[in-house]
DNA sequence: AATGAATGAGAGTTCATTCAT
DNA sequence: CATGAATGAACTCTCATTCAT
């Protein structure tokens, strides 16, 4: 193993074990000694590799993100059926969500709050997401396959029912699959742009 | 003035500097000084009137529900037209949140992440909510206005939806006018229940 | 009843509750308002029958000094029998001690790690209170009683050995009775100093 | 020098400084600060060592109790006559107390009045000592040297008596050289169970 | 690379004391 | 006399960050 290797191991550890306490405890209620201390490291060592915590967070909430948008964009590049592009982003991103709960916490509680300092970084993401929704749904308008509407409201608005959805399932567990949950929002999203 | 006046006033004049605060810098980063500073009274003033910092956050997070849900209430008791209810109660909603960016801040963006602590009201607050809307909803389908749909994961989503519009423009300022939202909200959520 | 009645009824509820609290808490975790509400008064009331916290303090050890020492001389001016005045005294104090536990706690535990502002109120009273054993002593010598002693060093040994005898009991519990303890102390102390 | 000696070394510094703070001013109004300043310190330097306040205080008690407790059964193990084990006791405490007088002051003095947290500990403590000199009475007792007497009161009560000559001479300086009490106890102790 | 001791700037909270009413 | 609101200094404890080793 090279030291490359190694030291992308080590910082690996160190995310998963930020992401672990984040997700635990807030931005704020988490201490660099319990990253440290979970990821079987010194402080030190976590110092060695981040310059600080907020960059720590920043670069879990990047990679959720990336990986979020990633396989909504790949679902829908995949989904030859242009009426069937948004429920195959749906899904998949049901399905990620579920996959990493800790990481949705974090995205979708833990960094609204967390502080001035991540306020714009959450709002590009915000915009990224809701823009990419909206590009679809002028997609759709352009080819006529639903009525003109505002897609921008559309957009944000989508964004926000989806990610309350998940919001309530990390909170409460409910409904115990967050997939279950697909079939009902998808039948809500299309009827809202007149698609049935 | 009466003795009650005069102490109304100060626990007044430091929630007001609270939600200030607190809107400002998050939960976290709020110090009880500078709420102490802001109402023009001393640390140990605050702590007179308030047994610690958290139920002045709490304090503010009740009046801002018991505000919107009370203005919710009364618009749609106030509407005739059943199909109407919803339109009335998500326009005063709007109206509401304009009327008071900070409380919405701290609502929407601060409450989230503010730590554990804050978690179950929260959730308390947003299943009161999204239980209005769903009851509305049931109403809608007993009395055959609308096709049986899943009226929970609508009533989550329809909230969270809103929540989006509304944070993004606490955030960012768009739309200009919060209530321009208005139409694009309505038309999609009557769409998204299958009402014309 | 005259005005200073109620005065003084007001004053002896502040010094009871003060007792009270003292006793319980330390003086450190005292706080005057304890004293306010024990003694159904507001802090102010309290602040207006004495200039400051410490004094109430000092009050009270006054108060439980005074008593001892009254009892133990006057029991021992009522004792005809030489021999005998020194165990009259000391069975009037473990009486006095028994009948006011909190004062006794007060006086034997809470008022030593007081702070340095009570240290020479505490030397005062040890150094009456040892004072009197050791003249009584003295004039014992000096009738030929007992043998030539240390007579400075047994009053203060003595002073220390009830003390912790009573200071046992207010914390343990042990014995039942301090009364109990009467006889064995009691000849105790009189083979000390050769008597039989 | 080794690291563990540098991190003892700065933990003996911050224990040194204690005392001295907590001897002269008392537990509560001993800052962490002022132990920090006295130890050449930060206060995040003694909280790295030690987790709180209480602990510190403890660990001082601790130390205190061991090193009279040692030093008396060590003196009695090596004092062959039976009748002098308690003497060689005494004189072995009076020279520990001697050789530590700001510890004595904590142990004697500032303990007591430390707050309930610390009870428990010094009737612990008291306990301890006041059993071992029972114990011993017993035995002088079991082998016939002296009458039966009530050895638990005597136990308390002499351990009282040595405090109480201890305390007077760390509060007021007399005698000069606490050792000078030493005649004088010893003969009023051994008189006390009819020994001479 | 990694460690962990050390720093120091706060943070929340308490409370004796004052004083206008 | 009495109240209780207000003050402000002090206190314990936390933690992101630094740095010698």
Redesign the interface.
Same mark, same amino acid.
């Given at each position: 193993m090279s030291m490359s290797d190694k030291s992308q191991n080590r910082i690996e550890r160190i995310l998963d074990a930020a992401l672990q306490v984040f997700s635990d405890? !807030?931005?704020?209620?988490a201490a660099v000694d319990d990253i440290a201390t979970v990821s079987d490291t010194s402080k030190g060592g976590v110092y060695f590799h981040f310059p600080n915590k907020k960059t720590i967070f920043l670069s879990l909430l990047d990679k959720m993100a990336d990986l979020l948008y990633s396989r909504a964009e790949e679902a829908m590049a995949k989904e030859p059926d242009m009426r069937r592009k948004g429920d195959a982003a749906l899904l998949v991103m049901l399905r990620t969500f579920a996959k990493h709960r800790a990481m949705s916490k974090l995205f979708l509680?833990?960094?609204?709050? @967390?502080?001035?300092e991540f306020?714009d970084k959450m709002?590009d993401i915000?915009f990224r997401f @809701?823009g990419l929704i909206t590009r679809h749904l002028n997609e759709l308008v352009a080819l006529g396959m639903i009525e003109p &509407?505002?897609t921008e &409201?559309?957009g944000?608005?989508?964004?926000? !029912?989806?990610?309350? &959805?998940v919001?309530?399932w990390v909170?409460?567990g409910k409904p115990e699959k967050l997939e279950d949950?697909y079939? @009902?929002?998808r039948?809500?999203?299309r009827?809202? &742009?007149?698609q049935f």
């Open positions: 405890k !807030g931005y704020k209620d509680v833990e960094a609204l709050g @967390a502080g001035r306020n709002l915000n @809701a &509407i505002d &409201i559309a944000v608005a989508w964004f926000g !029912g989806v990610n309350e &959805i919001r309530r909170l409460t949950a079939p @009902a929002l039948d809500l999203l009827r809202s &742009i007149g």
